[in-house]
């Protein structure tokens, strides 16, 4: 009989349905006089929303194993956001003139990647202070067991040295 893993609680760091953020197909090629950077910026910032909405929800439902797939798709995304915001910002003429919608579609985006961005940290800070507390607990409790009993070569009880070493090893890897 299995049961459910038991949720952490994220301090409601994204709503449980996850709101559309923008209309834009960004596997079309960019619209007549639309700036190429930016719709690769666009694209890019769609694709670590939705890389870090699923990272929050393996820590919703406790599969922090799950997560380490996503690592590297997230670390070449980030690593592309950025190369992409300095780009931009050191050569703001790549940019060109932007239409409307499209400066109101990346507008709506860069609003939403931040505020999922925000949420994730607090996920995993929450995760990591769960994971803190269990591993607190397991070190008190084995620190609490009295060293001076033990068991002998046959598993029977037996007494050792009071002040024979008692050692805990954890790893806190998160």
Do not use: C, W
């Amino acid at each position: 009989m299995s049961r459910a893993a038991p949720e952490i609680p994220l301090d409601a760091a994204m709503p449980e349905t996850h709101a559309p953020v923008v209309g834009i197909d960004t596997s079309a090629p960019a619209a007549a006089g639309e700036p190429a950077e930016v719709i690769d910026l666009l694209e890019t910032t769609l694709r670590l929303i939705d890389v870090l909405e699923g990272e929050i929800d393996m820590l919703r439902g406790m599969n922090p194993e799950e997560m380490q797939a996503l690592q590297q798709d997230k670390i070449v995304l980030a690593a592309a956001y950025e190369s992409q915001l300095k780009r931009l910002a050191d050569q703001p003429d790549l940019a060109g003139p932007l239409s409307g919608e499209l400066r109101a579609e990346l507008k709506q985006a860069t609003e939403y990647f931040q505020e999922v961005l925000a949420a994730n940290e607090r996920a995993l800070r929450a995760a990591k202070t769960a994971t803190k507390g269990v591993l607190q607990t397991v070190v008190d409790t084995a620190n609490r067991q009295d060293p001076r009993f033990s068991y002998d070569t046959k598993g029977q009880p037996s007494r050792r040295n009071a002040r024979a070493p008692h050692a805990v090893s954890v790893n806190e890897r998160l």
